[in-house]
Each structure stands twice: as structure tokens, then as C-alpha cells.
């Protein structure tokens, strides 16, 4: 495959402008952005010294590779011309699942990389935490408990709930259960079913809803206990493993993993992330691994078709909360 050296930025929120630095950050310099608004536009002009265009048809135009940045609802649309038009592509996290089903078979008829966001697979936390599970730390996982919280009002506070995330159909906690079920698979393998009760709780001019709480069973036979809420005014992201051998927990706000080993009844502490370790460096080496599948190098692994299954969980996690009842995945079409 040839090697992309011009690229398209679809967006300039504050994901698309974070692109644009992860970029920079590999020596990609010959970038041009497209947003339909004129502040953005000029913003990151005079932030980043790029080209910016009103017109998304021209900007493809003149790129090798599209990075589609915009609200979850519009991801598609962009993704699909980009494929059409033979251009390497990269999409943020998606909570839509219409149309993903045939961005697969359309990018390796073009002999093109589609790429959905699969970030946390990029924390040296989740990697550290994947390692010890598949290197038999604590044997067979049986039972996960995890927890991610972070106040809506928090995400964007210049915005407040003036963006995507305070909408009902694109709503940050909405948006959270696939991402946090991404690492999840990624870790444990497919989600056999979930049960859900999930709803609007917070004192805030919106409807969106703004936690869920899920029981998921996966295909391996682990149970796991999942909240995700934009709620909780301190940021959470920690969880536990449970064996009949031992127990692995993380914190996110730490970045350390936890060891009990039940035979010598002694806890290890791992520092899974280095000193001076900066948040940046995941998004970095996300699009690191992305342009080396676009180059040839390596392989993408997360696929149009397990982002999918991403939103047939929460899909499933819906139709569970709506009729009181465990759903099959299977179930989801």
C-alpha cells in the first residue's frame, strides 16, 4: 500500500483538533480540515498552521487519508465517500450501527483501511492488564466489576450541554458503553448477552440518558457488573478481575494494576504507565498503528464489523432496559 502524506481532518471539535496535534506528532505536516464552521476553521489555522476548506468534496479531493471527526451521527456518511473515492480512512468511537455493515466490503474492494477508533487498546494500562490475563496471572477470569463515571458538565464546560454529547441520540453515556466494551472484548472476547436498566437521573435541562447499569455475560462464561454514568462528579474509570486464583485491579486515575495472588495470599503493584506518562500519547499511537496498517506494516484489528457488534450491545442493552429482561446479542440485527 502506498504511504498517505495528505490528509483530510473532517472536524475541528476537540477530538479533530486533537488529531491534528497527533499528526504533527509523527511528522505529518500536509494537512488540510474541513468544518462548516468559520470559527473552527480559523481557529485551528491560526493553532496548527494548516489549510482549512468549507467544501468537503474539494479537501477529499486533494488527500490519501480522511480522519472523520465529527458529531457520532455524521460519522458515516464521511466514512462512505472517503472509502468510495479510494482514500485510507480513520473514524472516532461510533454509537451508530446503520451503515457500518457495508463499509467493510466496500473498503477492501478499494484496497483501502477503514479504521474505527479502538483507543484504550492504546493505553499502556489495557495492555499491561491484557498481558498479565493472557499470560494466566490469575487463571480463568470469572468475574469483572468496572465502573466509569464522569460529569456530563465536565466534558465540554465551555459548551456546556450545547453539543453532541447533551443530545438524547448522541449522548456522552450513551456514547461511553461501546467505547468501554471495546477494551472489554478486545480483553475477554464477545458478549454473549446483557441485562440493563438504564435512564435519566441528573437535574439537567436535557433528556439524554446519563447512566447505565449492565450485567453482561461473555461467550467465555465471565459475568461482569458494568456501570457507566455521566454522573459522578470526581472522573472513574476502575474495575476488578476476579478468579479462584487471584483478583487484578486498576485504577485509571493511578494508572496501576493490582496483583493478589491467592496461592502466596500477597498483593503486587504493576505501574503500568510510565512516569510523566501524558494522555496524548495513546491518541499518538492510535494513529501510529493506523497509518502503519494504511503503509502496509500491520494489520488494523478492529474492524467495521466488531464496531458493529459494539452497537448491538448497546442496542442490547436498550431493548433489555425498555422490556425488563436479559437480550441475547443474537437477538440484534
Request: charged share 25%; with cysteine.
Amino acid at each position: 500500500m502506498n504511504s498517505p502524506t495528505k490528509f483530510l481532518q473532517v472536524g475541528l471539535g476537540s477530538m479533530g483538533k486533537r488529531r491534528i496535534r497527533c499528526l504533527k506528532a509523527l511528522g505529518q505536516h500536509d494537512i488540510t480540515a474541513f468544518d462548516p464552521r468559520e470559527d473552527r476553521r480559523a481557529e485551528a489555522e491560526k493553532l496548527y498552521g494548516i489549510r482549512t476548506t468549507d467544501s468537503f468534496e474539494k479537501g477529499l479531493e486533494g488527500a490519501d487519508a480522511v480522519l472523520v471527526s465529527t458529531p457520532p451521527d455524521l460519522h458515516y456518511p464521511f466514512v462512505k465517500a472517503a472509502t468510495e473515492a479510494g482514500k485510507h480512512n480513520f473514524c472516532e468511537a461510533n454509537i451508530i450501527t446503520e451503515g457500518a455493515d457495508e463499509i467493510g466490503g466496500l473498503a477492501a474492494a478499494k484496497k483501502v483501511v477503514a479504521a474505527p477508533s479502538a483507543t484504550m487498546r492504546f493505553h499502556p494500562l489495557y495492555q499491561h492488564l491484557k498481558s498479565l490475563i493472557d499470560g494466566g496471572a490469575i487463571g480463568k477470569p470469572l468475574l469483572l466489576n468496572f465502573h466509569m463515571g464522569n460529569y456530563i458538565l465536565d466534558w465540554h464546560p465551555w459548551e456546556g450541554l450545547n453539543f453532541y454529547a447533551g443530545k438524547k441520540a448522541t449522548g456522552a453515556c450513551r456514547e461511553m458503553v461501546p467505547f468501554e466494551f471495546e477494551w472489554m472484548q478486545w480483553i475477554f472476547g464477545p458478549v454473549e448477552s446483557v441485562q440493563c436498566s438504564h435512564g435519566h437521573f441528573l437535574d439537567l435541562p436535557t433528556d439524554m440518558d446519563d447512566a447505565y447499569a449492565i450485567v453482561a455475560r461473555f461467550k467465555s462464561g465471565l459475568l461482569a457488573n458494568v456501570l457507566v454514568d455521566v454522573v459522578a462528579r470526581y472522573a472513574i474509570r476502575e474495575g476488578k478481575v476476579l478468579s479462584q486464583a487471584g483478583t487484578l485491579s486498576w485504577d485509571f486515575d493511578t494508572q496501576r494494576v493490582r496483583h493478589y495472588d491467592g496461592q502466596s495470599q500477597n498483593w503486587r503493584e504493576h505501574k503500568a504507565a510510565g512516569r510523566g506518562f501524558n494522555i496524548e500519547e495513546m491518541y499518538v499511537a492510535e494513529i501510529d498503528a493506523w497509518l502503519k496498517a494504511c503503509r502496509g506494516e500491520a494489520a488494523w484489528e478492529h474492524t467495521y464489523a466488531h464496531d458493529q457488534a459494539l452497537g448491538h450491545i448497546l442496542l442490547a442493552c436498550e431493548r433489555s432496559s425498555q422490556e425488563g429482561r436479559r437480550v441475547l446479542l443474537s437477538e440484534i440485527r
